[in-house]
């Protein structure tokens, strides 16, 4: 069940547009109501290559379509690098639980990042699946993961609106994508 997104006020829409119109420059995208059409009309007599989504700075902002098959943004966490070329790098993200930090310190990267992701990704799945990401690279780094989890619960039970559906069912998702995510990591 995806969380609800609002009808976008006429200064979202233009933000929107122009973002993907004018400064990623490869993107053309039209916004009729809350609605939003791929069109091949920039308004700039020039031709572009056209697409429906468009990384912006930390997210990936894409229509949805629904039912009545008419598109609603949302967005995707985006990590430049998950992509080459710096997804060939070595990149520390987080310290080992073994560093020089208090626990406390370490532990608050996951409330961090739960608000973060509640914050800036309105897709279930990618929200579902980036904390269960999360929870993968802080194992595998010796954090605790039942600590981990229970933190996660609790965060849960703090903001329950989250993704309109109770906090259980969304904990579950998560542990069960941390599974699938640790069965493709070791085979």
């Given at each position: 069940?995806?969380?609800?997104?609002?009808?976008?006020?006429?200064?979202?829409?233009?933000?929107?547009?122009?973002?993907?119109?004018?400064?990623?420059?490869?993107?053309?995208?039209?916004?009729?109501?809350?609605?939003?059409?791929?069109?091949?009309?920039?308004?700039?007599?020039?031709?572009?290559?056209?697409?429906?989504?468009?990384?912006?700075?930390?997210?990936?902002?894409?229509?949805?379509?629904?039912?009545?098959?008419?598109?609603?943004?949302?967005?995707?966490?985006?990590?430049?690098?998950?992509?080459?070329?710096?997804?060939?790098?070595?990149?520390?993200?987080?310290?080992h639980i073994s560093s020089n930090i208090s626990d406390t310190a370490k532990y608050n990267i996951i409330t961090s990042q739960f608000h973060r992701y509640r914050r800036i990704i309105l897709w279930r799945k990618d929200f579902v699946y980036r904390l269960a990401a999360l929870l993968r690279d802080l194992s595998s780094k010796q954090?605790?993961?039942?600590?981990?989890?229970?933190?996660?619960?609790?965060?849960?039970h703090k903001h329950p609106c989250l993704y309109g559906d109770c906090t259980y069912t969304l904990i579950t998702e998560v542990i069960t994508e941390l599974d699938g995510l640790n069965l493709v990591t070791h085979s």
């Open positions: 069940m995806n969380r609800h997104v609002p009808p976008l006020s006429s200064v979202a829409k233009s933000w929107a547009s122009n973002l993907l119109a004018h400064q990623v420059g490869t993107i053309v995208v039209m916004t009729v109501g809350s609605r939003l059409s791929s069109t091949g009309d920039t308004g700039c007599g020039g031709t572009t290559q056209h697409s429906s989504s468009a990384p912006y700075m930390d997210i990936f902002i894409t229509p949805t379509p629904n039912r009545q098959h008419q598109h609603r943004l949302t967005t995707m966490l985006y990590d430049k690098r998950e992509h080459p070329p710096l997804s060939t790098l070595f990149i520390i993200r987080f310290p954090y605790d993961m039942e600590r981990m989890q229970q933190q996660i619960r609790r965060l849960g």
